[in-house]
Nanobody
Framework: QVQLVESGGGLVQPGGSLRLSCAASGSIFSINAMGWYRQAPGKERELVAAITKGGSTNYADSVKGRFTISRDNAKNTVYLQMNSLKPEDTAFYYC???????????????WGQGTLVTVSS
């Protein structure tokens, strides 16, 4: 089994910063893409940022220039540095990873439990 555990959410004022972390643990042979989605109340889940094993990144237009995704492959961990936060960034943030548990198994998508980010004064 593979688990993703997120941390770093919380309440922050507009213009502030937060750093989310997501660590994968369990029976892991390799991890390809990792990333973050978010879902605000009453809205659909949207991709925030993604990063390949080699470090190529992709961002939603709404967070470009404010959020930075990174990963530590040795720790099987992905991070999301969020700066200049806005009230519209308020949402549950979910991390995901494409994980293979052996050299002969296909990659499966694994999700974290979500962490709440609230941007409010």
């Amino acid at each position: 089994q593979v688990q993703l555990v997120e941390s770093g959410g919380g309440l922050v004022q507009p213009g502030g910063s937060l750093r989310l972390s997501c660590a994968a643990s369990g029976s892991i042979f390799s991890i390809n893409a990792m990333g973050w989605y978010r879902q605000a109340p009453g809205k659909e889940r949207e991709l925030v940022a993604a990063i390949t094993k080699g470090g190529s990144t992709n961002y939603a237009d709404s967070v470009k220039g404010r959020f930075t995704i990174s990963r530590d492959n040795a720790k099987n961990t992905v991070y999301l540095q969020m700066n200049s936060l806005k009230p519209e960034d308020t949402a549950f943030y979910y991390c995901y990873a494409h994980v293979a548990q052996s050299s002969i198994t296909r990659f499966l998508e694994v999700w974290g439990q979500g962490t709440l980010v609230t941007v409010s004064s």
